[in-house]
């Protein structure tokens, strides 16, 4: 930073040009980087790619082929080979952040670090990786990956910045290799996770923690941060904050919930500092805190920083990093997370419209997976869940699908109500409403016209309570206008539900029932039920008509195993090359895009950035619970533009594994499926198979039965 | 004979509904044709007795196939033994529904008739005393022109796209035999056969015989459309009831001077007992799918 510094004042005061440039320009990049939470978006990467994704597989490998020490000659190659491919299996999931302000952040905290160390610091690329795991992770080729949940995690830059050091020593001590030399006897490449592939000792964590201490104390950063660093690590299954619930998680005071919904009393929070580690990778945080105790004791003159980059630059990345938690959470269908998450940064974040909107997918999304007859999928681990979000899983095991219907309504309704202006959430309380026809045994007569507490408070003032009798102008009154007449005179002459806590939802939306837009919304739902009951089968004619419009290639996966399953990168790679060269024999022209990074000689930032869209897009298609319906994208906009910049095309997915049976017996399979972009919905789904190697036959089967119907 | 087609045509078609299960509906790069020219090779399994020794227990055991005898072309009479046959396939099949397909096959093979399995049973020349010159019969052994002409229903394994790698196939259809006419067909050294009628009955007549067969081919894919076969045939004919007894041309008793030299039943019966011999085949070729 401080040399940073100093080439910049240099040029400065070298050329009037550079100091007009500055002053005029260098303010619109600061407040280009200012994120506004209102109108948040997922971090994207920015500004021109780094080394790491313009090289090519083989650049990377020969480059580190001469850096390798510790692997013997014999395993150099596989070592290089396996780790750079396990890189790239991270690289391509377009979660790898570049230019954003969290890496840029995790970057300066890294040149601090290894501000005395030049020629690692040359060596070294820090990024952040969208996760929700509380985790860091060392590369081979010296790629150090932070996941936005540590971010989301951590209290300041100090706890970040000895994070950053242990990884930094895992490279330094070159502890991959060392490692990868011990499991490399008794097997190789079963598995490309990366977590398999360079499954550390514990000797080398401890390593790891003392020797981070050294660039840690040189950096100047408080030694009082360093347990804390641990309890982070230890309560990292937690959300990022821990904070009491109370009724203002529904919102609108007018809501009552009854309390007997709710467990009696959260679950306690049990993390255990001293658990059993043999199966772990880790230590446990006990033996850690307890070795690192000791190492601290060899450092003295301890300085007291917490932070040397301003602290707002650590807070707004922090917000970042929760935020895109959140995001997360709902792609990975974890709803009752992404709730509890979006009821802590409300406090901070008051009517930020960004998390309201959240808020409302995760609504109308949840109440789809119920009505799908899958809510115990997402409530599923309830009982291992610590702390106040133990009561929300209980409050949503009690709730019925009604229940949870007539809620959701409540709830995107006032969302509406709040952002009237939000096409979305209009969206949404169009949709939930409609979903309400979906409810089994449900009958719309049944709710009430005034909500619980009013209802309440007239029970308990019935002699005050003056009936309202107007003179009624029955002229120029509709249908529906004469039924809900009818009905407001019913409901307030006769009271039909009873006032216990059981009967709390049919007063949820009382405000709703008498409105027209409601009403109309239910009976088109209603009719549309009934239309689909009456088709007992139709034809799916779908499956043999050519597809018009553009085709988005999704990077395809496609995995070759040798003998006893292990994972065989050769062919992998020759998988992927005859692809690539059946793609350019056979793929129409101009039709067939590639958003993908496999073929990286086009590499750009932009579609870089499309194909993370796709990916997230893909896991919310695969995580979520409710096929039924329509897929509500939380990159809905995003995803708009993208869809008709793209005029209106499908997503192609190719999933292929080869494998070697025995010595004579191949199996080549792979599912190819089409997805309509809008709405998620599978459009055409083939199987291939075919009892043959990976080679140019087999391969350009698949590819030909992919391109074969568009 | 209709029972036992009956129960035939019943096990392929169980057969066949067991395989048909999880079919695709797509192709291997949309091929749908598939045009094979296999050969085929089949041991001929008929046991064959001792033609040197006279002895009553002596005749067994000298190995398989026919013999068969036949003049050059400066009529001697020459004897030969037939060890194998060798059958030319073609074969164009259509797939549909994903994995099945139905097809037409022609099958060619030239052959000598099996007239007996020793010599014993023939005539025997005796140069009485030390030397003993073994000959049947003098009369030439016929030779055939073998055609097959079967539809064909097959079967792909189901779990791969088609055309793949295994293919049981049915077939049904005719065997003919037809007598090859340009031989030297001679009764003895001294005379020859002019007219083929003296030779046998209704000479020109074809043998026709029902043909079901069951064959296995393993494909090995050399590039998309070529493909090397290997494969197993097994050829089921339905026979006449035949009496290998009789009839043997120019035995005592046997209807000699303007009689023809081969009964027709003799003949038939004859074919029909050698192809009971001959049911496995080995076959091997290309396919070319498109």
Redesign the interface.
């Known amino acids: 930073m401080a040399i940073e510094h100093a080439t910049l004042t240099t040029m400065i005061l070298k050329s009037t040009q550079y100091f007009l440039f500055f002053f005029l320009i260098f303010p619109l990049l600061i407040s280009a980087q200012e994120v506004d939470f209102n109108e948040f978006k997922t971090t994207k990467s920015v500004g021109a790619p780094p080394r790491v994704f313009t090289e090519t597989f083989q650049e990377r490998v020969d480059y580190r082929k001469g850096k390798v020490t510790e692997v013997g000659d014999k395993y150099k190659d596989d070592y290089v080979k396996y780790s750079n491919y396990s890189l790239n299996g991270i690289l391509q999931s377009g979660y790898v952040l570049y230019g954003d302000p969290m890496t840029k952040f995790v970057q300066k905290v890294g040149s601090k670090l290894l501000s005395k160390h030049p020629s690692l610091k040359e060596e070294l690329q820090f990024f952040v990786i969208k996760n929700n795991m509380t985790n860091a992770l060392c590369t081979d080729p010296g790629v150090i990956f932070i996941t936005t949940g540590l971010l989301a995690q951590i209290e300041n830059e100090a706890q970040l910045a000895y994070v950053m050091a242990h990884e930094i020593v895992h490279y330094q001590e070159n502890h991959l290799q060392k490692s990868f030399h011990i499991t490399k006897e008794s097997e190789i490449g079963a598995s490309t996770a990366y977590q398999d592939l360079v499954m550390l000792s514990k000797d080398h964590e401890f390593e790891a923690d003392a020797k981070a201490l050294k660039l840690y104390h040189a950096a100047g950063y408080s030694d009082k941060e360093i347990n804390t660093v641990f309890d982070v690590l230890m309560y990292s299954y937690l959300t990022f904050d821990e904070i009491e619930l109370d009724s203002t998680f529904f919102g609108n005071p007018e809501t009552f919930i009854p309390s007997s919904y709710f467990p009696e009393k959260a679950n306690p929070i049990l993390a255990y500092e001293d658990y059993d580690d043999t199966k772990s990778s880790h230590p446990n945080i006990r033996k850690r805190k307890d070795a690192i105790a000791d190492e601290l004791r060899k450092y003295d003159n301890w300085e007291n920083n917490k932070n040397f980059i301003d602290i707002d630059e650590f807070i707004n990345i922090q917000n970042i990093a929760r935020f895109e938690t959140v995001r997360e959470n709902v792609i990975l269908s974890n709803y009752l997370e992404a709730l509890y998450e979006i009821y802590i940064l409300e406090k901070k974040f008051e009517n930020n419209e960004y998390l309201q909107t959240t808020k409302a997918i995760v609504w109308a999304t949840m109440n789809q997976a119920s009505l799908s007859g899958k809510k115990n999928t997402f409530l599923k681990n309830a009982k291992n869940k610590e702390g106040s979000i133990s009561l929300l899983y209980g409050f949503f095991k009690t709730l019925n699908q009604q229940e949870l219907s007539l809620l959701t309504i409540r709830q995107v309704e006032d969302l509406h109500n709040s952002f009237p202006e939000s096409k979305i959430i209009r969206e949404l309380r169009d949709e939930t409403i409609r979903n309400l026809a979906l409810v089994k045994r449900f009958d719309i007569k049944r709710l009430e016209k005034i909500s619980y507490l009013d209802a309440l408070a007239l029970r308990d003032n019935k002699d005050t309570m003056v009936a309202e009798v107007d003179s009624i102008n029955t002229e120029g009154e509709t249908k529906y206008d004469r039924i809900r007449r009818i009905r407001e005179q019913q409901s307030s002459s006769q009271s039909t539900a009873e006032l216990i806590d059981e009967n709390f939802s049919s007063f949820l939306i009382y405000d709703l029932v008498s409105n027209r837009n409601f009403n109309e919304l239910y009976e088109e739902a209603e009719k549309e039920r009934e239309k689909e009951k009456n088709i007992v089968f139709e034809k799916n004619k779908a499956k043999e008509e050519k597809l018009k419009g553009n085709i988005i290639l999704y990077n395809p996966l496609l995995i070759a195993k040798g003998k006893q399953n292990r994972f065989d990168l050769d062919n992998t790679m020759k998988f992927y090359d005859l692809v690539s060269l059946s793609l350019d024999e056979q793929a129409p022209k101009g039709r067939l895009h590639q958003k993908s990074i496999v073929f990286s000689e086009n590499f750009t930032t932009e579609s870089y950035n499309e194909t993370s869209m796709l990916t997230d897009f893909i896991l919310q298609l695969s995580n979520r619970e409710n096929f039924k319906f329509p897929l509500i994208n939380v990159d809905e906009e995003q995803m708009k533009d993208f869809i008709k910049e793209h005029k209106a095309p499908y997503l192609l997915l190719i999933i292929a594994q080869a494998r070697k049976v025995s010595k004579t017996k191949n199996d080549f399979s792979a599912k190819i499926e089409y997805i309509d972009l809008a709405t998620g919905k599978s459009i055409r789904s083939s199987h291939y198979s075919v009892g043959l190697k990976v080679r140019k036959a087999s391969v350009g089967g698949l590819v030909f039965e992919a391109l074969s119907k568009i | 004979m209709m029972k036992k087609l009956y129960y035939y045509l019943l096990t392929v078609t169980l057969f066949s509904l067991a395989l048909n299960t999880n079919a695709?509906n797509?192709y291997?790069?949309?091929q749908r044709n598939l045009i094979t020219v296999n050969a085929s090779i089949n041991p001929r399994l008929m046991a064959l007795k001792s033609n040197k020794s006279t002895g009553m227990y002596s005749q067994d055991g000298l190995g398989l196939g026919t013999f068969y005898q036949y003049y050059n072309d400066e009529n001697v009479l020459m004897g030969g033994h037939m060890k194998y046959n060798l059958m030319l396939n073609t074969s164009y099949g259509r797939i549909f529904g994903g994995n099945k397909i139905f097809g037409v096959e022609f099958n060619y093979q030239k052959q000598h008739m099996t007239i007996n399995e020793s010599s014993n049973a023939g005539y025997q020349d005796y140069n009485y005393g030390y030397d003993q010159k073994v000959i049947p019969f003098l009369v030439s052994t016929p030779v055939f022109n073998i055609y097959d002409i079967q539809l064909t229903y097959g079967l792909f394994?189901s779990?791969?796209?088609a055309p793949?790698?295994?293919i049981i196939s049915y077939g049904l259809g005719l065997r003919i035999y037809s007598l090859s006419e340009n031989e030297n067909y001679r009764k003895d050294a001294l005379t020859p056969f002019t007219d083929l009628s003296h030779y046998m009955n209704d000479y020109d007549k074809s043998f026709i015989f029902v043909r079901l067969s069951i064959n296995y081919t393993y494909r090995i894919?050399i590039?998309?459309n070529l493909s090397f076969d290997l494969g197993i045939n097994t050829n089921l004919t339905l026979t006449a009831d035949f009496d290998p007894q009789e009839g043997f041309p120019s035995q005592p008793g046997y209807a000699l001077g303007e009689g023809a030299a081969y009964r027709r039943e003799f003949v038939k019966s004859r074919l029909a007992y050698q192809t009971f011999f001959n049911i496995f085949y080995f076959r091997t070729g290309l396919s070319f799918a498109i």
């Open positions: 695709q797509t291997f790069f949309n394994n779990s791969y796209i793949n790698k295994h894919l590039t998309k």
